[in-house]
């Protein structure tokens, strides 16, 4: 991808998690009433198709937004670059989409 | 975006029709001398005068008290961008820049070389890194016909003659380069400089190489490293706004790439 391409996804991703980041913090508060835990969360959420696809947006944006922008921290603070770094960050956005998808899923 | 002006004295400049008399009293100046990485600090008093700029400071030690020191200028009013150094650590133009202007309760002065540039000695940086990013940045002008076709017909009300206008006022004085935090941490960086004169030059309707100077400008170190931090629009002292421009050449490169511009 593009410099320019890559700058955009960031942006675009930017602009996609703010509603949803005040949206999720708005359910946590809803949702735990007795300690932050997955069942906690799951026992209000489960089967609930609509928040499995707030949540997948979510994740996918968040695995596109935070590789990004750790690669311009890569780059501006320990002068990490090149293909090498970048193949790293393809695999941490692998890791970050799958954690959450698999969260995702628990949901559906 | 803010309109390019034509160099602003100091809001502090002293009255010119009164004659330049010494004020009786010295200043002490730091002067960062050394070849190279090396540095280290020197001091000089040097007798205040009341019209007087950090460059007559740098000019009379170098007569008065050692003519080893090193630096650089040559017009003297501002125009040809060679004197720029840092001062009380900020980056800027001493010819330019009054000495009532920057030294502050303290009355202390503290003279560098341009930070982000090599030094060569004393207080001339090496700004060849400076030169050659214009030349990455597609900086070079590229006309569409040659001296015998006729003249171009250009609407300075157009909004593209109206960017190129706001930018085109660049003296070259690496001072925004020296402010610059992208360009410390980014040595691939462009910089504000190289930035702005693509921007004026993708503006220009006479330029026949725009697409080859977008891509420059979009490659890794160009447009999308800038922060939009602003350290170039707070010291250029023209007056100029980098910033804005290379946030137009962002804005135009990625509706390039995703084909939603009918620009060429």
């Known amino acids: 991808m593009t410099e320019a391409a890559l700058y955009a996804a960031q942006r675009v991703t930017a602009m996609i998690l703010a509603p949803l980041v005040l949206i999720h913090l ?17 026992s209000r959420t489960r089967g609930n198709m609509a928040w499995a696809a707030f949540y997948g947006l979510f994740v996918l944006s968040a695995a596109v937004h ?43 | 975006m803010e309109t390019g002006t034509a160099p602003q004295p100091d809001s502090t400049e002293p009255d010119r029709t009164k004659p330049d008399v010494p004020l009786g009293d010295y200043l002490t100046v730091r002067v960062s001398r050394g070849k190279g990485p090396e540095n280290r600090y020197e001091e000089f008093q040097v007798p205040r005068r009341e019209n007087q700029t950090v460059l007559d400071i740098v000019t ?17 009013v501002g125009v040809c961008g060679s004197c ?28 560098e070389p341009l930070r982000n540039l090599p030094r060569i000695k004393d207080l001339a940086a090496d700004m060849s ?40 006022e660049c003296i070259n004085c690496a001072v925004c380069y020296s402010a610059c935090d992208v360009v410390t ?19 220009d309707e006479r330029h026949a190489e725009k697409r080859e100077t977008m891509k420059k400008v979009s490659a890794a170190g160009g447009c999308h490293s800038c922060h939009s931090h602003g350290s170039c629009v707070e010291h250029c002292p023209i007056g100029l706004n980098p910033t804005a421009g290379i946030a137009g050449l962002k804005r135009r490169s990625v509706l390039q790439t995703f084909r939603l511009s009918g620009e060429k």
């Not at chain 2, 941490?185 to 503006?203: K, Q, S």
């Open chain 1, 66 to 108: 935070a590789p990004l922008g750790l690669r311009n921290i890569l780059r501006e603070w320990l002068g990490l670059r090149g293909r090498m770094v970048d193949c790293v960050l393809v695999l941490f956005a692998a890791l970050l989409a799958g954690l959450g998808l698999r969260a995702v899923l628990a949901v559906i």
């Open chain 2, 84 to 111: 720029a150094m840092t001062v009380n650590g900020k980056p800027r133009w001493t010819c330019r820049t009054h000495v009532s202007k920057v030294i502050g309760k303290e009355r202390s002065l503290t003279i």
């Open chain 2, 185 to 203: 941490w980014d040595e691939d960086y462009l910089g504000p400089a190289a930035l702005n004169r693509a921007w004026t030059l993708v503006n």
């Open chain 2, 129 to 168: 890194a400076f030169f050659e990013k214009w030349q990455q940045a597609g900086g070079r002008f590229a006309g569409k016909t040659d001296r015998t076709g006729p003249l171009a017909r250009i609407d300075p009300e157009s909004p593209g003659r109206k960017a190129v206008d706001a930018g085109i």
């Open chain 2, 60 to 76: 009379w030690i170098q007569r008065n008290a050692d003519p080893a020191l090193s630096y650089r200028f040559a017009c003297r």
């Open chain 1, 26 to 42: 708005g359910l946590i508060l809803y949702a735990v009433s007795d300690g932050l835990t997955a069942d906690e969360i799951l």
